[in-house]
């Protein structure tokens, strides 16, 4: 049984498949029977019609031999026959009597309508013969050849007569004989099936048509060698019983054979019952087909419900609050009640995470709005000490006082970059980051950030080069301040992990149509690298490539975050690709809007770039 | 017609004296029984034929045979009256034998009707019915072989040898005959069983002496 199988097909074939063998094999198992039976049947007819035959024929017989012996006892005929005896009996003479004799044939003929009539002398030459299914005239020349025995006698005209003899005698003693005989009727001994006539194994007359006659004595000839004994033959395609009637004796060269189709009769015998039994077989089939049919629904049908119910709860994405086994017990109540019981621990550990997440997310939203808030209020005592500390170094101070005077000025910068920092990563962790779009010039803003950046590279002796790409359109729609920010973090950190060589920027288009362009900015250092199996984590909170470098290279390791953050808010991607100790290349690809031509830049060039420096705090 | 008489008897004696003395025997070749026939001899459907035995008895059957020997140039003899006799439903007499011109009488001596007839050549007659007591005659003046039977009872027959030869005979109970002064010649000896039928012979008769013939007469049935 395949495991495809469903339990109703299952219950369905269990049921049904032995019924149905259990039919054929007695349907065989019948059949079988009924061709033995059949078969000894027939032979059991044969005798008894061959009994009764006989048994009337011998009641007839002595009445006929009586009829004929009287016949026989006429004494004109024996006068005639007499005549014989007599000398000097000369050829005409003999005519003469012959011609007397048969006028007393036909005169007998009168009362007894004999085919064929003969008187034998008393040493059995044919004195005279009448053959009354031939013409008159005729008769004396197609006499057959009369046998010694009583039985069949053929003419030279193939008309086979049956004959019998009759002793004409004078006082019990025999002066000749009279044979008289009808035509041989095949009819006669035709009880079933075809009735054939052989002698010396050829077909004289057969029930059966002349045509098939030939093929017949082959096969009969061939497969019944001895023809006193029941014998079974194939012939076109059928069984055929082939019985020799014994009781009739016709002579020795002479058999009576009874030919019967077994299939026929087996068919004939069966063909009542097999229709009964093909439809006890099928009402049988039918109502194994509903109860097997109705068990095995009365058995799926509770699980189909629970299958419908859990169906259901999918579809609707969600557990079940429980499944109802309905009016079912034993086994599939049992089953809904585990599954009702895992279904409520599993409720119960959800609603117990739910809560947790919530909590946890709670947390953090307020620990980022804390961050946030706290980063703009950090910014107004910045400024303070920014401002104040420029208006000192603007005062009258001798070298040592403006000395510490411009460090702290750089400590307060470097301070003000990192709650910049964090002001922004705030702002995109609480969700609160917005990015306008407006006509910019790509261009100058990146002009910008090299012309911004290359004093810093140009201390530690490294060499910065753009490499702005003809193709790529100045004019464009986006958030200008936020491109900027994350050109300035991508550069800025390429000359930071940067200790000798060079860091390129490249802007280039990948794909342009009329409406927007797709373009890639490309920053490639010659710096200390990331490994590979950093790649991922770079762009985590708090993390740089090396714990340890943070302490080497400062930083608060959220300017890839941020720059992560950025581009995927604008719908572009970042990528990095970076070999330890060689270098990496950052990429960053977005889609932009086409801004209006640039006959109408001059006026969109008019809006101060250095308007946008600061950051918007969110 | 007495003188006539006298010299052919006086010629016989001359011839006697110049003949030869013939004996001889009828040899039966086949059973000496009567056959006989059942009533009912054969199934119509070719069972056994089924035949009695009771009737069997034994019969000699040179009562039924009579010899003449034919050829001599010796008138015949004087004719004689006859006497068939018709008792229990049978001729008393199986085979007469008598000169030409012989004349038979057939006697009526059973209780019940006969109908005495024969188709023969030699002499066909019919005597109609006639009861017990009563004779018709008939006279035979053509030698030969002539058959009677009843017409009303198919089994009585009898056959009467007329002829015109001086030698005739129904041989004795062995079957034997002889006749004495034959002329010498050459004669054909003749046997007429009833119903066997005709069995001829030739025989040469020497001038002096004495000489045996044998003439075979089959009596069953010859099948061919």
Redesign the interface.
């Known amino acids: 049984m395949k495991r495809s199988t469903s339990l109703t097909m299952r219950a369905f074939l269990f049921a049904f498949v032995p019924l149905c063998v259990v039919l054929a094999g007695s349907f065989v198992a019948l059949n079988a029977l009924a061709e033995r039976r059949i078969k000894q049947g027939l032979r059991d007819s044969l005798q008894k019609s061959e009994k009764l035959l006989a048994e009337t024929h011998e009641d007839y017989s002595r009445r006929i031999s009586q009829f004929l012996t009287v016949l026989a006892n006429d004494p004109g005929l024996k006068a005639a026959i007499g005549l014989l005896r007599e000398p000097s009996t000369s050829a005409d003479g003999a005519a003469t009597i012959r011609r007397t004799i048969e006028a007393q044939l036909r005169d007998m003929h009168g009362l007894a309508a004999f085919d064929f009539m003969a008187v034998m002398d008393w040493k059995d030459r044919t004195v005279a013969a009448v053959d009354f299914g031939r013409p008159v005239e005729a008769s004396a020349d197609v006499s057959p050849q009369m046998p010694a025995e009583p039985g069949l006698a053929v003419t030279p005209g193939g008309t086979i007569y049956e004959l019998t003899s009759t002793p004409i005698a004078i006082d019990g003693e025999q002066i000749g004989a009279l044979k008289l005989g009808n035509r041989f009727d095949l009819r006669r001994y035709h009880f079933d099936g075809e009735t054939v006539l052989l002698r010396d194994g050829h077909i004289v007359l057969a029930t059966a048509a002349a045509a098939a006659w030939h093929s017949l004595e082959a096969e009969l000839s061939n497969q019944c060698r001895d023809l006193n004994h029941e014998c079974e033959m194939q012939h076109s395609g059928e069984t055929w019983l082939v019985s020799p009637l014994h009781n009739v004796a016709l002579g020795t060269n002479y058999r009576l054979l009874v030919v019967r189709s077994l299939d026929q009769a087996v068919h004939e015998f069966t063909s009542g019952w097999v229709a009964i039994l093909i439809r006890v077989g099928a009402c049988g089939v039918l109502l194994a087909l509903l109860c097997t049919l109705a068990t095995s629904r009365s058995v799926s049908r509770p699980l189909r419900d629970l299958v419908a119910q859990l169906r259901r709860a999918e579809a609707a994405s969600q557990l079940p609050e429980s499944i109802d086994a309905g009016q079912a017990g034993g086994e599939i109540r049992l089953l809904a009640d585990v599954f009702n019981r895992v279904v409520a621990a599993e409720h119960r550990t959800r609603a117990e995470l739910e809560k947790a997440k919530v909590q946890a997310e709670a947390a953090n939203k307020a620990k980022s709005e804390f961050m946030a808030n706290m980063s703009h209020e950090l910014r107004t005592p910045m400024n303070g000490v920014m401002g104040l500390t420029e208006l000192l170094l603007d005062t009258q101070l001798d070298a040592e006082q403006r000395e510490y005077a411009a460090t702290v000025r750089e400590s307060a910068d470097a301070l003000l970059a990192i709650i910049n920092d964090l002001l922004d990563f705030s702002c995109l962790d609480a969700g609160r980051m917005s990015i306008t779009t407006a006509a910019f010039d790509l261009y100058s803003t990146i002009r910008e950030v090299v012309a911004l950046l290359t004093p810093q590279a140009s201390r530690k002796g490294l060499e910065v080069e753009l490499r702005y790409a003809g193709d790529v359109p100045s004019q464009l729609l986006g958030d200008a301040l936020r491109i900027r920010q994350i050109v300035t973090n991508l550069l800025g950190n390429a000359i930071k992990f940067t200790e000798t060589g060079r860091v390129d920027l490249s802007v280039t288009c990948e794909q342009r149509t009329e409406i927007d362009a797709i373009v890639q900015i490309a920053v490639t250092d010659t710096g200390i690298g990331i490994p590979a199996d950093k790649l991922d984590v770079i762009f985590e909170k708090f993390t740089q490539a090396d714990g340890s470098m943070t302490r080497r290279f400062g930083g608060t390791g959220l300017g890839l975050t941020i720059v992560k953050q950025l581009v995927e808010r604008m719908g572009g991607t970042v990528a990095v690709e970076s070999t330890l100790g060689a270098g990496s290349t950052f990429t960053v690809r977005l889609a932009l809007p086409i801004g209006p031509s640039s006959e109408s830049s001059a006026s969109l060039a008019a809006i101060p770039a250095h308007g946008y420096q600061e950051v918007k705090p969110c | 017609m007495f003188r006539v008489w006298l010299s052919t008897g006086l010629l016989l004696a001359i011839g006697s004296a110049s003949g030869a003395d013939v004996s001889g025997h009828a040899v039966v070749t086949k059973r000496l029984t ?4 059942a ?9 056994d034929a089924r035949t009695s035995t009771e ?1 069997s008895r034994a019969v000699n059957e040179f009562d039924r045979m009579v010899v003449v020997l034919e050829g001599g140039t010796l008138p015949p003899k004087p004719p004689v009256t006859a006497i068939l006799d018709q008792r229990g439903l ?1 001729f008393d007499n199986d085979v007469l034998v008598v000169p030409v011109g012989s004349t038979v009488e057939f006697l009526n001596s059973d209780p019940i009707f006969h109908n005495v ?6 002499q066909s007659f019919d005597l109609g019915y006639y009861p017990r007591g009563e004779k018709r005659t008939v006279k035979f003046t053509k030698p ?2 002539v ?1 009677v ?9 009898a056959a009467i040898v007329v002829t015109a030869s001086p030698w005739f005979a129904k041989p004795v109970a062995d079957g034997s005959f002889s006749w004495d002064n034959v002329p010498p010649g050459h004669y054909r000896l ?1 046997a ?1 069983h009833k ?4 069995h001829v012979t030739e025989i040469t008769v020497p001038e002096t002496g004495k000489i045996d013939v044998n003439i075979r007469v089959p009596v069953d ?4």
């Open positions: 009567k056959k006989t026939v009533p009912v001899a054969y199934n119509l459907r070719g069972a009737d049978k007839f024969s188709l023969s050549k030699a030969g072989v058959q039977y009843c017409h009303i009872h198919a089994n009585m027959y003749m007429w119903i066997a039928g005709m049935v010859e099948h061919p």
